[in-house]
């Protein structure tokens, strides 16, 4: 293979990854910047790929290559930093749960289901609900057909909350747990809600519980 592909090769790649990390430091929300957000991992392999390719491949180093590969180095290691801390090998900010006497033992199990508002299939998500008895249900993008589908486990949910949208952010709470003064509230856009409640457990300790559905960085939505 001809090395000097490899050195224009990595150094195209170097300044591609360069780029979209600092397009990504540009303060704005619009969709076509928030997007390269999300591949961070991808962008992070790329990055060691074209750091690693520079130090073989390049022989001839002037200002120019200098300055690509400490900019590369600077976003590699921003890039890098932001996804460490959701590996092993980062310190981690919860402690692993210790065992406790039966009695003294809590544990909550939350269902969260993105129903996909033109999905038709209600019945597959009450028969698995009713299967897995989740203490919380909290159903997105759900709408009135969802609604009338989802009567089916409120004998065993006595405590909702119902949001039924079309515009795929319908939202609706199911708990056999108390709520304590739940709040449906329009923090970002009028069309989009989030619901805000208290929640009182078994052994009679109250925790906060919020359930929203974020808007996605895509053309069509924000």
């Known amino acids: 293979m001809d090395i000097s592909l490899l050195y224009y090769g990595m150094q195209w790649l170097a300044g591609f990854i360069a780029f979209v990390t600092i397009w990504g430091w540009l303060p ?31 022989s001839e180093w002037q200002w120019e290559q200098w300055l690509l590969f400490i900019t590369l180095t600077v976003t590699l290691a921003f890039q890098l930093r932001m996804v460490l801390p959701y590996t092993k090998l ?10 406790k006497p039966e009695e003294q033992a809590y544990q909550l199990k939350i269902m969260v289901s993105n129903v996909l508002t033109p999905n038709d299939e209600t019945q597959k998500l009450v028969d698995l609900v009713k299967q897995k008895q989740p203490d919380i249900l909290i159903t997105l993008e759900s709408d009135e057909k969802w609604e009338k589908a989802l009567n089916q486990i409120e004998p065993d949910y006595p405590y909702t909350v119902k949001i039924p949208l079309d515009n795929l952010y319908g939202m609706h709470l199911y708990s056999k747990l108390e709520l ?22 078994q052994n009679g300790q109250v925790i906060w519980l919020y359930c929203l559905h974020p808007m996605p960085p895509s053309p069509t939505e924000a």
């Open 180 to 201: 304590i003064d739940p709040q449906v509230k329009y923090l970002m856009i009028d069309d989009i809600p989030s619901i805000h409640s208290q929640l009182r457990l």
């Open 28 to 58: 704005l929300d619009n969709w076509w910047v928030r997007g390269v957000e999300f591949p961070r991992i991808q962008i992070m392999v790329l990055g060691i790929i074209a750091w690693i390719g520079m130090l073989v491949f390049w």
């Open 90 to 99: 980062w310190k981690k900010e919860v402690q692993n749960a210790k065992d």
